[in-house]
């Protein structure tokens, strides 16, 4: 099989790797230009595998037309995408384009899918393989596999322990049936569909009025990035690393809302309707990363005293 690997970073590199090892010729890689002076990931691969690199501003630019003409392509594939790709474009290579989507389209389509299904309380996601069409995630359907979202799942685990590896192996198995007319592609849903944009920093502000569940799982969507946070004594601080208590009983209760309920050697409590949050660890506006025993002795923490706004 000819592959043509459309794509960025660690899932792009991950999937030319896959296709590489297993001896398929991968006969062009296209990626959008750096905008910093970080190297790609998947560029310092293509270099190391002395592979045939193509970085244009504009894909539907004839010089980028005629690039991937020219690899004579079977199939190509985009692998964590950051430019926009034309029909003109993925109708080249002879069985056309694939595309990689992190969660059970239609659901949870947009940039943002393995933030939204955890901050949402969905208990399965999953990743899908389909025909990319000009409207963002709303191609036909070739592959879906579901990924169930452990409790404590954050998006950071969520991606890197299941959706990465079951989304590098889905390319491979979903570009074999293409090649091999094996395959049925199925529309997607419109009325089943949803579409959630970035999930930035005013969606991440904490509020302790919200329920436990509520909290927590904002706090497990947003890690590890944008990050929930609060602002305490004029800093805004992210929580890193916590866990919920659930309030079983009246009696379970203790302290007010949005004020520290108790403090051990590990770990201060926040009070929430319907539990609380255990802290761990914080970052600073300075990205310094705190334990919750440097915070208590930093801000000379009390039980009462109110955490943040």
Known sequence: MRVV?????????????????????????????????????LKTAVLEKNLRLFQFENLASEEALTALRESNA?????????????????RIPKYGTIQFHPSLLPKYRGPSAINWAIVCGERETGVTVFRPT???????????????????????????????PVGVQAML????????GNYVEKPQDVLQGSYESWLKEQEARISWNNHVNQVYNLIRGCNPSPGAWIRFQDEKLVIMECRKN??????????KIGTITSIDEESFFVGVPGGEIRIFAVRTESKKKMTAKECVKRWKLE???KFGE
């Open 173 to 180: 198995e979903a570009a074999d049936r293409v090649v091999s």
């Open 246 to 255: 659930l309030h079983c009983s009246f009696q379970d209760v203790r302290g």
């Open 74 to 90: 079977d199939i190509a594939v985009m692998a964590y995408v950051v430019q926009f790709v034309p029909q003109e474009f993925v």
């Open 303 to 305: 039980i009462g005293m």
């Open 134 to 164: 000009d409207i963002m995630d709303e191609g036909p359907v070739i592959l879906q596999k579901a990924v169930p979202i452990q409790p404590d799942d954050t998006a950071g685990s969520l991606y890197y322990d299941y959706l990465f």
């Open 5 to 41: 690997i459309v794509g960025q970073r660690d899932f792009g590199k991950a999937v030319l790797e896959a296709f590489h090892v297993r001896g398929d010729v991968v006969a062009g890689v296209f990626m959008a230009p750096e905008k910093n002076s970080r190297p790609d990931t």
